[in-house]
């Protein structure tokens, strides 16, 4: 089983200030990997897949980057309705289907 | 607009059953893979089960495999998961989620808003 590791666990930021947020798999899942946000009480949604490629509606201000074992998702400029929880997803080694811990960014 | 309704939670004690439902519409149902993915209250994301278009393949967590089943009917555009021998364990929020065109081992682009299972004496 591939595991995903989430890093920081929280992210405490103001608005306007850019989040940076690390996913690091156990081994290499090539560029097989998604990031979804998360909001209190609301299902997951998705934001990046194929490490990259951003999902339909997305803003600009997301943008993931990596490949193999290490890959970022960053948000350029924090706007207020962007604090949440993110979670990495993995699909290059399945099943499972594995995601990470999650990364809370909070507001300062 | 792509809508997916789960029902079928609840509180049950340990042992016991249910079936969850999740209910589809605005996508050809029958042409993407189907999952669900529950939730422990206040964790992470678990992946559960999946099933392939139409229907022919499943695939299992381990942590689920031989007490869970997965299956669908198309003609009600309708994911089912059936849940045996429910442990403590398996209390979650239980999402049902659209595959996003990668088959049954891929991304999700669509999520219900989840059905929550309680295992409890």
């Known amino acids: 089983e591939i595991v995903l590791t989430q890093s920081p666990a929280t992210l405490s930021l103001s608005p306007g200030e850019r989040a940076t947020l690390s996913c690091r798999a156990s081994q290499s899942v090539s560029n097989y990997l998604a990031w979804y946000q998360q909001k209190p009480g609301q299902a997951p949604r998705l934001l990046i897949y194929?490490?990259?490629s951003r999902a339909t509606g997305v803003p600009a201000r997301f943008s993931g980057s990596g490949s193999g074992t290490d890959f970022t998702l960053t948000i350029s400029s924090l706007e207020p309705e962007d604090f949440a929880v993110y979670y990495c997803q993995q699909r290059n080694k399945w099943p499972p289907l594995t995601f990470g811990g999650g990364t809370k960014v909070e507001i300062k | 607009e792509v809508q997916l309704l789960e029902s079928g939670g609840g509180l049950v004690q340990p042992g016991g059953s249910l079936r969850l439902s999740c209910r589809a519409s605005g996508f050809t149902f029958s042409s993407y893979a189907m999952a669900w993915v529950r939730q422990s209250p206040g964790k992470g994301l678990e992946w559960v089960s999946a099933?392939?278009?139409?229907?022919?393949?499943?695939y299992y967590a381990d942590s689920v495999k031989g007490r869970f089943t997965i299956s669908r009917d198309n003609s009600k555009s309708t994911l089912l998961l059936q849940v045996n021998s429910l442990r403590a364990e398996d209390t979650a929020v239980y999402y049902c989620a659209k595959g996003a065109g990668y088959g049954p081992g891929g991304y999700f682009d669509y999520w219900g808003q989840g059905t929550l299972v309680t295992v409890s004496s």
């Open positions: 194929d490490a990259s």
């Open positions: 099933l392939s278009p139409p229907g022919g393949n499943t």
